[in-house]
């Protein structure tokens, strides 16, 4: 009882306590009452297995309840509202045993009607205590679908709007990796014609012409200084010692000069074997910038003379910049 008590008052101490000991009080009361009227009616034969809550209502030999006069007592009350038939059956009763009887009828009857009156009482405060709890269970029901709803809402709006952020940012990503490709390419595609632009000009640039002369100068000297270039030249004095000697015995047979005091200073090397001048169209071991021998001048006349007589564009578009 004191829990329910704490349920239906939960937020005033003082009531509850109030509340509290005007249930004991009653109890106590009660408790006294239904020991009283044990004690004082313990002669009749009568059933309290069930709660008593009656007062303490003592029924003496000499009270009015017992010994009234006709008409004035409970007992002819009684008796007027029997039926004709049940006269019969009740005249053989004591007058005053049976309204003994229905005295404590009336007591237990009235008892019972006040326990179900306080049970009725209880009940209907614990109702109403009850439905106080569930209004307010209702309105926090009525708070949290609210909130609920809000928090749908609010998630569903920021589902959609992180939907709309993703498919824009895979747009940009998509974008950018368009771009990326036609930079790609766009650099590559410039990067070729600049190279190709670039070795053109190179090319046709008098650095690179210098550079060409340059480089064919310094590679005839150092090939100069080289043990295979001394073979060769000596290979060549030997094979050219071999044809003067073979043109200057020619020449004597032509000048009929195999006898004692010929003059050799007749000899000419640079003659053919009848000692006439070489003609330039046939002249086809003439000395030439592009022979084999012309790396043999000195690094100015070559120079001199490679610059009098320039090489094509085509031959030096050949070579390339990696063949310097």
Known sequence: MRSKISVDYPKDPEEEKRLWDVYSSHKKSLEEARRGFETSNAYFEVDFSWPS???????LENSSMV????????????KGIQLPRDHV?????????????????????????????????GWMDAFYSREVEVNKLKDQKTELEDKLKSIQDSWDQETASNREKLLGYERQIYELQQKYQQLVFEKEET??????????????????????????LDGARDFMNSQTFQALVDEKAAEYGFLAFMKCQAQIEHLSGFKDG???????VTKTADLR????????????????????????AAAEEDARSPKDDTDEEEMGPGQS
């Open 277 to 300: 001048d070489y003609v330039p169209d046939e002249d086809v071991g003439a000395s030439t910038v592009e022979d084999e021998f012309a790396t043999l001048l000195p690094r100015e």
């Open 262 to 268: 010929f003059d050799v200073g007749q000899l000419d």
């Open 191 to 216: 990067y070729e014609r600049g190279q190709a632009d670039g070795k053109k000009n190179f090319l046709k640039s008098s650095e690179y012409v210098s550079a060409i002369k340059q480089a064919r």
């Open 67 to 78: 010994h009234s006069r006709p008409g004035e007592a409970s007992f002819e009350l009684y």
């Open 89 to 121: 059956a009740l005249s053989s009763v004591n007058m005053g045993r049976l309204e003994e009887l229905g005295a404590h009828s009336l007591i237990r009857a009235t008892s019972y009607f006040h326990q179900m009156s306080l049970q009725c009482a």
């Open 53 to 59: 809550i009656a007062p303490p209502w003592k029924i």
